[in-house]
Structures are given as C-alpha cells and as structure tokens.
C-alpha cells in the first residue's frame, strides 16, 4: 500500500516527475494517448479501487490531502503521490483547479474490452456518434445505475476517458465493460452476431418504448442528439420512441438511455417496492 503520510512535495510547476499533468487541457485534445487523467475525489476513489485500469501517479492540493488519506492508502506500492499549493497545481494545469484532486490512469488495450464475459451480457447500450463528453459521462453514470452490462460505440464518438466525461461518469467509465468499434455498421454485426436484438431509439420510432418487452438480449441503440441515427442503423433495428408532452419531440440522449435502461430493468425484475 502507498504510505500516504509521505507524499512528494512539488514546488516547480516545470518539475519533470509530473510532466503528465502539465496542460490538462491541450492533453485532453490527445485522443488515445496511453494515459488519462482522473479529477475529483469521486473518481479518484473508483480508479484506485479498481485493478482494470492502471494507476502512475497522483497530485493533490495540499489543503485536501487529509481529506483524501484514506483513498491514497489504497492505491498501489508504486503508485508516486504529489502534493502542491494552488498556485503551483494551477500553473501546472493551466487553469484554476477547484477541486484539487487528480491522478494519471493508464489506458487498457481496448482490444480486451468485449472479453469472453460477453456471452453473458444481457443488456448493453450502443453508441453511434456520441460527440459530447457530458453526454458520453452521464451515460456511463446511467448505464451503471441501471445494470448496463457494457456500453460499445463507434469510432466517431468521444473518448469515455477524457477527462470531462469520467468525471461526469462519477467514475463509472472505469467500471463498466466498454469497446469502440472502427464504425457503428460493424458494431451492429458484432451484437447480431452475440445474439443481440437491436432497439434503436428514436422520436421517428415505430413502437412507444411502453408497450415494448424487452428480448433475452437486447442493445439499446442511440444516436447523436439533432440528427439521431443514420438511416442504416435504424433500418437494422427495431425503433422505438419514448411518449411526451405535446408540442415537445426529443430528449436528451442521456436522459433517454436512463428511460429506456429502466424500462428493461423492471420489465425483468418487476419495479422496485417502496
């Protein structure tokens, strides 16, 4: 375990042991890069109690590092912890850093990420250009609240581990199985190929998500907001669209993934007593 009481001290924003977090932002623009930087105490708590992905180093405002002592003494021997003042951790990150929690995870390959565990996925949501990291995050946040199985996406969406989406994930990117295929046509032949029967939602759907009962195996299919699914991908499916109010015709997609996740959820194990 690291000795959280002997953290390293940083007094140069240009000291060379935390290169990686020098200009999160521009870092973020770095897709696939081998590492990725977690913020927030929440999160931090999820990668260090988590073995799928790796952990190199963390860097904490020195005025919350008691408050975070018991998630740094879970995290592995050689994992180096850091601490700074605000000014220096805000030099180092290039902007004002509120929360004062971060750490550098190390990618997986994502080759490995729709392991032999699939053939017991049930339920699995399926992403087709999803471009915004809040978005991506708090479909993560949903499908783990819900009992998502995995979340897959196509290659032209954003990065589940850019910072801005793990961070709105509450940690749930790191959690719940995920894979990115080259485009959405091969990812919908990977899930019929599994078993999967395809559920694209949509304000065009030909079903109310109400009536619909869900299949031994379903994934649940969604589109970018504005245009929503391609063509293609709603002709391999089976459309279905969630009622509401008059004179309103879309939801976030997020919100539609929560709607849709709970629906399945209690379709299979009858809603929850209060």
């Given amino acids: 375990m ?5 953290p390293l001290q940083i007094v140069d924003p240009d000291d060379p042991r935390i290169a990686a977090y020098r200009g999160i932002r ?5 897709r696939h890069q081998k590492r990725f930087i977690a913020e927030g105490t929440s999160v931090l708590r999820v990668l260090a109690g988590q073995r799928r992905f790796g952990i190199e180093s963390a860097l904490i405002l020195e005025n919350r590092f008691a408050g975070v002592a018991d998630i740094l003494g879970m995290l592995p021997a050689k994992t180096r912890v850091y601490v700074a003042s605000s000014d220096v951790i805000d030099a180092i990150a290039g902007f004002p850093m509120h929360r004062g929690v971060l750490a550098v995870g190390l990618r997986r390959d994502d080759a490995d990420a729709a392991p032999d565990t699939a053939r017991r996925w049930r339920t699995v949501v399926a992403l087709s250009e999803i471009a915004n990291h809040d978005n991506m995050g708090a479909i993560f946040r949903n499908a783990a609240a819900l009992g998502a199985d995995a979340v897959l996406m196509d290659a032209q969406s954003c990065d589940p581990l850019y910072r801005k989406a793990l961070r709105v994930s509450v940690g749930a990117v790191l959690t719940v199985p995920w894979h990115r295929f080259g485009h959405a046509d091969a ?6 190929t599994n078993g999967f029967a395809l559920a694209g939602l949509s304000p065009r759907g030909d ?13 649940l299919v969604l589109g970018t907001e504005g245009p929503g699914l391609p063509d293609r991908v709603m002709d391999r ?7 509401m109010a008059n004179g309103f015709d879309s939801l976030n997609v997020a919100t539609s993934a929560a709607l849709v996740l709970h629906h399945v959820r209690n379709a299979r194990t009858g809603p929850a007593s209060g």
Avoid: F, G, S
């Fill in 237 to 243: 499916t089976q459309t279905l669209r969630i009622a």
């Fill in 207 to 219: 079903a109310a998500l109400e009536h619909w009962e869900p299949p031994a195996k379903a994934a």
């Fill in 2 to 6: 690291t000795d959280a009481r002997r």
């Fill in 26 to 30: 521009e870092r973020d623009l770095v």
């Fill in 187 to 192: 990812m919908l032949d990977w899930l019929e």
